[in-house]
T-cell receptor, first 115, second 117 residues
Framework: DTGVSQDPRHKITKRGQNVTFRCDPI?????LYWYRQTLGQGPEFLTY????????KSRLLSDRFSAERPKGSFSTLEIQRTEQGDSAMYLC?????????????FGPGTRLTVT | AQSVTQLGSHVSVSEGALVLLRCNYS??????LFWYVQYPNQGLQLLLK??????LVKGINGFEAEFKKSETSFHLTKPSAHMSDAAEYFC???????????????FGQGTTLQVKP
């Protein structure tokens, strides 16, 4: 169990640029979640996958955001035409199965700064 | 819809003193509740969870929480604070809806715990 990893840890980009983040979940986990955390706030749900299927997207996820999980392994989160309001910590979590009985393990996050 | 409210965005205690972090929830059905800790520039780590078994839940690092349905509360406590407990603490509820549990978490706004020597 090597834990959930995220890459990059930090990203600084200019407004209008596209960025892509990667999350590698714990290998046997079939659930993968993305959350966004702004300064001084708790994480907010963005989207989640069961294997390769994206089952739900939050209203926070505008058309500029897209997430994939090809082959049910790693996941990517892309933000197109970044805006300053996108500056936040993007957290990924994985779990063995749905439901509260299975702990969500969080990665260290990717901190995005849009200038 | 479920929600979580954490009372007090900042709590300061002296080393060795009791830690009490407050969390109240709103849910029309029995909730599943969690406490997570976040150290600077790190992800979240689960401290403990309530899943309708014992109302007093013991977690890691000496923390515990008691589920009180009558008060809709799930406060986090630790008898004696240690300097290493200084961090951000989040209370969360697992979302429930008609088709069951999605597993996604709804978090409170967090409480920063400061421990003074």
């Amino acid at each position: 169990d090597t834990g959930v990893s995220q890459d990059p840890r930090h990203k600084i980009t200019k407004r209008g640029q596209n960025v892509t983040f990667r999350c590698d979940p714990i290998s046997e986990h079939n659930r993968l979640y993305w959350y966004r955390q702004t300064l001084g706030q708790g994480p907010e749900f963005l989207t989640y996958f069961q294997n390769e299927a994206q089952l739900e997207k939050s209203r926070l996820l505008s058309d500029r955001f897209s997430a994939e999980r090809p082959k049910g392994s790693f996941s990517t989160l892309e933000i197109q035409r970044t805006e300053q309001g996108d500056s936040a910590m993007y957290l990924c979590a994985s779990s063995r199965a749905p439901g509260p009985l299975y702990e969500q393990y969080f990665g260290p996050g990717t901190r995005l700064t849009v200038t | 819809a479920q929600s979580v409210t954490q009372l007090g965005s900042h709590v300061s205690v002296s080393e060795g003193a009791l830690v009490l972090l407050r969390c109240n929830y709103s849910s029309s059905v029995p909730p599943y509740l969690f406490w997570y800790v976040q150290y600077p520039n790190q992800g979240l780590q689960l401290l403990l969870k309530y899943t309708s078994a014992a109302t007093l839940v013991k977690g890691i690092n000496g923390f515990e929480a008691e589920f009180k349905k009558s008060e809709t509360s799930f406060h986090l406590t630790k008898p004696s604070a240690h300097m290493s407990d200084a961090a951000e603490y989040f209370c969360a509820v697992s979302e429930l809806h008609g088709s069951g549990n999605t597993g996604k978490l709804i978090f409170g706004q967090g409480t920063t715990l400061q421990v003074k020597p």
